[in-house]
T-cell receptor, first 116, second 113 residues
Framework: KAGVTQTPRYLIKTRGQQVTLSCSPISGHRSVSWYQQTPGQGLQFLFEYFSETQRNKGNFPGRFSGRQFSNSRSEMNVSTLELGDSALYLC???????????????FGPGTRLTVL | KNQVEQSPQSLIILEGKNCTLQCNYTVSPFSNLRWYKQDTGRGPVSLTIMTFSENTKSNGRYTATLDADTKQSSLHITASQLSDSASYICVVSYTGGGNKLTFGTGTQLKVEL
């Protein structure tokens, strides 16, 4: 079974631009979550989608948005990029709704975004 | 404020030795606690998941413990190998207003010959 894939793996943008990152979950998984990882803040939860609906959202500004398609693939968009958005963006999938159940999450390799 | 604190921040041990990583949390209401291993340049890999009623969970040479009363967890690594060199991240999930996650900043483990 193929793992979680993320594209692109590396991205360089300039301040003010916008970016779209893509995540393909493991086949059959319906839940996709996004995380931002930086050396200073560590891993931070962005949002979670289940069956095309956003189920949970972390404490990030509205410039960060996402969506999930009917095939469970998900995209994340960041508008008006700032220098502080430079980070590793990780996507994870699990079989069921994340909620309070202890489903195992499987992470992709991440997209390294650099904002100049 | 929900927080997860891990100690030590970094650790160097010799191959074959055991080690224990600590995780203290103030997250409430508690749902579950997870330990992840993250190799440099890669996404985290789940090691263990424990709910409120579980106090021990093993995955090969990794054994996690949970004391929900004191809000402490530990990850014990037995007979360490060079491939155990990685960052170990404790993540606590809490309920209420949707499932939210609080991440520790990780313990950087280096195993040397």
């Amino acid at each position: 079974k193929a793992g979680v894939t993320q594209t692109p793996r590396y991205l360089i943008k300039t301040r003010g631009q916008q970016v779209t990152l893509s995540c393909s979950p493991i086949s059959g998984h319906r839940s996709v979550s996004w995380y931002q990882q930086t050396p200073g803040q560590g891993l931070q939860f962005l949002f979670e989608y289940f069956s095309e609906t956003q189920r949970n959202k972390g404490n990030f500004p509205g410039r960060f948005s996402g969506r999930q398609f009917s095939n469970s693939r998900s995209e994340m968009n960041v508008s008006t990029l700032e220098l502080g958005d430079s980070a590793l963006y990780l996507c994870a999938s699990s079989s069921g709704a994340w909620e309070a159940r202890a489903d195992t999450q499987y992470f992709g390799p991440g997209t390294r975004l650099t904002v100049l | 404020k929900n927080q997860v604190e891990q100690s030590p921040q970094s650790l160097i041990i010799l191959e074959g030795k055991n080690c224990t990583l600590q995780c203290n949390y103030t997250v409430s209401p508690f749902s579950n606690l997870r330990w992840y291993k993250q190799d440099t340049g890669r996404g985290p890999v789940s090691l263990t998941i424990m709910t409120f009623s579980e106090n021990t969970k093993s995955n090969g040479r990794y054994t996690a413990t949970l004391d929900a009363d004191t809000k402490q967890s530990s990850l014990h690594i037995t007979a360490s190998q060079l491939s155990d060199s990685a960052s170990y991240i404790c993540v606590v999930s809490y309920t209420g207003g949707g499932n939210k996650l609080t991440f520790g900043t990780g313990t950087q483990l280096k195993v040397e010959l």
